[in-house]
């Protein structure tokens, strides 16, 4: 069942997407070379706990995982794109680093992930984040009242496909608002003109990703992350979005 929000229960979300865009800004600014991804995760702890927020990860336990998650932030290095459980890794110039955050504030949640080049990077790899940052524009641009669910996955497989990027469609977007994953899922390639029709009140998590090379995941042996097959490096955007009668709402943009 999808629940339609009040103006005023999306004003509250944005609130908690303003956190969390924030939390993704401040680590992205501590994540360079010599510094451990756990200390990213334990930078992410005290900021959640400063803020009176709620982590949706932590004991998250869904059936793909080897639950309980016991931490507060996906962090993903390189071939690494979903789920990423923090690790003792030293980060290095060149690695690519995705972080997926999501929380809740006064029983509203927001969800974002962004992927950043630490230090300097290979130009491939540059283009591969801006592809998926590009497609989460196309993607925000396309959800609006009367359009279909198909229009915004189309949108941004289109700036994969242009690209030469593979899409999976196992994992993509979704809808969130009381609780991390609700109805619908929003595949990252899909039909125009097919699925459900957007309506104001809707807010989805927008979250195109992929990698240089083949499309299929394994799981690390961690039970939690999801790696490219062929080990290439891989890149994650995510905007948690509403649908109002102006059109799309950002809910987790810095103000």
Request: proline share 4%.
């Amino acid at each position: 069942m999808i629940e339609l929000k009040t103006a005023r229960e999306i004003d509250r979300m944005a609130v908690t997407g303003e956190f969390v865009a924030q939390t993704l800004a401040d680590l992205s600014r501590h994540a360079e070379p010599g510094v451990n991804v756990l200390d990213l995760e334990h930078r992410a702890r005290r900021l959640v706990a400063d803020r009176g927020a709620v982590s949706c990860y932590w004991d998250y336990a869904p059936s793909f995982g080897r639950g309980p998650f016991r931490n507060v932030i996906c962090l993903s290095v390189n071939d690494a794109v979903l789920h990423g459980l923090p690790h003792d890794h030293v980060l290095r110039d060149g690695d690519l680093l995705s972080m997926d955050f999501a929380v809740s504030i006064d029983g509203w949640v927001a969800d974002a992930a962004v992927t950043l080049i630490v230090g300097d990077g290979a130009a491939e790899d540059r283009a591969l984040i801006d592809s998926t940052r590009r497609a989460l524009d196309a993607g925000i641009a396309a959800a609006t009242p009367g359009a279909r669910l198909g229009d915004i996955s189309a949108a941004i497989g289109a700036v994969a496909g242009a690209g030469g990027y593979a899409v999976n469609t196992d994992f993509g977007g979704h809808g969130l608002g009381r609780t991390m994953h609700e109805d619908p899922h929003v595949p990252n390639r899909g039909k125009p003109g097919r699925g459900l029709v957007l309506q104001p009140g809707m807010a989805l998590a927008l979250e195109p990703w992929w990698g240089r090379g083949t499309a299929r995941l394994i799981v690390d042996d961690d039970g939690w992350t999801l790696r490219s097959a062929d080990g290439s490096n891989t890149a994650h955007s995510e905007h948690t979005i509403a649908v109002t009668e102006h059109g799309p709402r950002v809910l987790t943009a810095l103000g």
